[in-house]
C-alpha cells in the first residue's frame, strides 16, 4: 500500500490551519535543568528521611530522569544515579 500524504489543508497544527503563526519551538536552558537538577539532590542528600509528601516523590522520580535529557549524555546518567542512590537511602529511613 502506497502512503499517501494529508491533503495541505490537514497538514500542520489547527493553529496553522487557522492562519496563527505556529508557536516557537521549546529549548530550555540546560543551565536552569541543571540548577533545578542540583537543587533536587541536594535537598534529598540533606534529608534524613524523605523530605517531600508522597505524591511530590513521585513527580520528582517521574520528572528528574526527564530533566536530564537536557543535559550531556553521561552528566544526565551520573545524577540519575545519584538522585536514585538518594531515593533508595531515604525510602529505607
Same mark, same amino acid.
Given at each position: 500500500?502506497?502512503?499517501?500524504?494529508?491533503? *495541505?489543508? =490537514?497538514?500542520?497544527?489547527?493553529? #496553522?490551519?487557522?492562519? &496563527?503563526?505556529?508557536? +516557537?519551538?521549546?529549548?530550555?536552558?540546560?543551565?536552569?535543568?541543571? *540548577?533545578? =537538577?542540583?537543587?533536587?539532590?541536594? #535537598?534529598?542528600?540533606? &534529608?534524613?528521611?524523605? +523530605?517531600?509528601?508522597?505524591?511530590?516523590?513521585?513527580?520528582?522520580?517521574?520528572?528528574?530522569?526527564?530533566?536530564?535529557?537536557?543535559?550531556?549524555?553521561?552528566?544526565?546518567?551520573?545524577?540519575?544515579?545519584?538522585?536514585?542512590?538518594?531515593?533508595?537511602?531515604?525510602?529505607?529511613?
Amino acid at each position: 500500500m502506497a502512503h499517501v500524504n494529508p491533503p *495541505e489543508a =490537514l497538514r500542520g497544527s489547527q493553529q #496553522e490551519r487557522f492562519g &496563527a503563526e505556529p508557536a +516557537p519551538a521549546f529549548a530550555p536552558d540546560p543551565d536552569q535543568m541543571r *540548577e533545578w =537538577l542540583h537543587s533536587l539532590l541536594a #535537598e534529598a542528600r540533606a &534529608a534524613q528521611t524523605m +523530605p517531600w509528601p508522597p505524591l511530590n516523590t513521585k513527580l520528582y522520580r517521574m520528572l528528574f530522569p526527564q530533566i536530564t535529557v537536557w543535559l550531556p549524555e553521561d552528566e544526565g546518567a551520573q545524577l540519575r544515579f545519584q538522585f536514585e542512590t538518594e531515593l533508595a537511602r531515604l525510602e529505607a529511613a
